[in-house]
T-cell receptor
Framework: AQTVTQSQPEMSVQEAETVTLSCTYD???????LFWYKQPPSRQMILVIR??????QNATENRFSVNFQKAAKSFSLKISDSQLGDTAMYFC????????????FGDGTTLTVKP | EPEVTQTPSHQVTQMGQEVILRCVPI?????FYWYRQILGQKVEFLVS????????KSEIFDDQFSVERPDGSNFTLKIRSTKLEDSAMYFC?????????????FGPGTRLTVL
């Protein structure tokens, strides 16, 4: 079974600075998908960024980028130029193509952006 | 922009009662999911559904749970006899394709409180 580990329960960053959230996972599969979701206080789950395991290039979405290290099974999220609206819980998630879309989530990291 | 909707936003019920949580997925999506999040904990997969059948379910999804697509638009989760530990946020999600890394679009959630 796949497992996803987020070792940082809470983090904080000053506005406009950069922060990196860690995620590691365990799987025996070679093809899979990784996601970072944001859950603000409203509790709505919002997709931040997605990475396909067969792509070596790290995904980037505006201020959000990932450092995907397949051999190390590591998938960290970097947020540049942090904004107050980035304050939220961030979940790392794993999806196997053979499990009908089932996503396995980490425990989450609560990020607070301070003014 | 199309979105997943869920009703009600908050449901309060007595232990042992049946509840039905409703979701309207995005109209051209074919795969549907239910997840739950106990307060302060990780998001947990319950079930995936495609072509009027369950594709995958977790160990949480026991005989007390069922899903149905009663018409062309709604996707429901029924809990037959609620327990205190069923209190959680329940998220519905949908995707165009399952298992290929397609983004799952999440609804805003239904908060279920079992007294």
């Amino acid at each position: 079974a796949q497992t996803v580990t987020q070792s940082q329960p809470e983090m904080s960053v000053q506005e406009a600075e950069t922060v990196t959230l860690s995620c590691t996972y365990d799987t025996s599969e070679s093809n899979y998908y990784l996601f970072w979701y944001k859950q603000p206080p409203s509790r709505q789950m919002i997709l931040v960024i997605r990475q396909e395991a067969y792509k070596q290039q790290n995904a980037t979405e505006n201020r959000f980028s990932v450092n995907f290290q397949k051999a190390a099974k590591s998938f960290s999220l970097k947020i540049s130029d942090s904004q107050l609206g980035d304050t939220a819980m961030y979940f790392c998630a794993f999806m196997s193509p053979v499990r009908a879309g089932k996503s396995t989530f980490g425990d989450g990291t609560t990020l607070t952006v301070k003014p | 922009e199309p979105e997943v909707t869920q009703t009600p936003s908050h449901q309060v019920t007595q232990m042992g009662q049946e509840v039905i949580l409703r979701c309207v997925p995005i109209s051209n999506h074919l795969y549907f999911y239910w997840y739950r999040q106990i307060l302060g904990q990780k998001v947990e997969f319950l079930v995936s559904f495609y072509n009027n059948e369950i594709s995958e379910k977790s160990e949480i999804f026991d005989d007390q749970f069922s899903v149905e697509r009663p018409d062309g638009s709604n996707f429901t989760l029924k809990i037959r006899s609620t327990k205190l530990e069923d209190s959680a946020m329940y998220f519905c999600a949908s995707s165009e394709v399952g298992g290929s890394g397609n983004e799952q679009f999440f609804g805003p959630g239904t908060r279920l409180t079992v007294l």
